[in-house]
């Protein structure tokens, strides 16, 4: 069964990191590009970064651009997201999907059920 | 970026009922959409991929239409599991973006 487990969400301070990681399970991780897509409380989905198979090939919003870096280690199976000077507009659950094979990896047919991440004082 | 506009944000329909669903992009994003799923307290499920292929999985009575900037999402008859909220992605450019979700809920 194809399965993707997210952990290391927190309640953290405005200003501090932290590193999400999302191991996978079931299919061979090294030949799919992965993503995160985040949901603050009550409202849409947002996607946040992209990262293509070999680790080689990243994205990401703008909201996040410069202070969150994507990474895979695929003898691992597993999928990060370091995130550095959090806001509060970072609070949300977040997950990791798996996209399709081409030619349509842009979508996400398996997603994990999320960890979430607080930003308070 | 494009901006994906869904309507109406909330449809209130009984079981039984078909559901029709809107997706507006501001400018042509060709067949390069997908429609989600989402229940509460649950991660968003893929439905339709380009436009109109439904997902493994998928029953029937989900459809998708269009092309270019209008889109439709069809449940031609409602069972009471699919009372959720549905959000529309495009694929075209980046940033990947989502639309802002209709909720369907039970009258």
């Known amino acids: 069964e194809v399965q993707l487990l997210e952990s290391g969400g927190a309640l953290v301070q405005p200003g501090e990191s932290l590193r999400l990681s999302c191991a996978a399970s079931g299919f061979t991780f090294s030949s799919y590009s992965m993503r995160w897509v985040r949901q603050a409380p009550g409202k849409g989905l947002e996607w946040v970064s992209a990262i293509n198979g070999g680790g080689y090939e990243t994205f990401y919003a703008d909201s996040v651009k410069g202070r969150f870096t994507i990474s895979r280690d695929n003898s691992k199976s597993t999928l990060y997201l370091q995130m550095h000077r959090l806001r509060a507009e970072d609070t949300a659950v977040y997950y990791c999907?798996?996209?399709?094979?081409?030619?349509?990896?842009?979508?996400?047919?398996?997603w994990g059920k999320g960890t979430t991440v607080s930003v308070s004082s | 970026e494009i901006v994906l506009t869904q309507s109406p944000a909330t449809l209130s329909l009984s079981p039984g009922e078909r559901a029709t669903l809107s997706c507006r992009a501001s400018?042509?994003?060709?067949?390069?959409l997908a429609w989600y799923q989402q229940k509460p307290g649950q991660a968003p499920r893929l439905l339709i991929y380009a436009a109109s292929n439904r997902a493994t999985g998928i029953p029937a009575t989900f459809s998708g239409s269009g092309s270019g900037t209008d889109f439709t999402l069809t449940i031609s008859s409602l069972e009471p599991e699919d009372f959720a909220v549905y959000y529309c992605q495009q694929r075209r450019n980046w940033p990947l973006t989502f639309g802002g979700g209709t909720k369907v809920e039970i009258k």
């Open positions: 400018q042509s994003v060709g067949d390069n």
């Open positions: 999907a798996k996209t399709m094979v081409a030619p349509y990896f842009y979508y996400m047919d398996v």
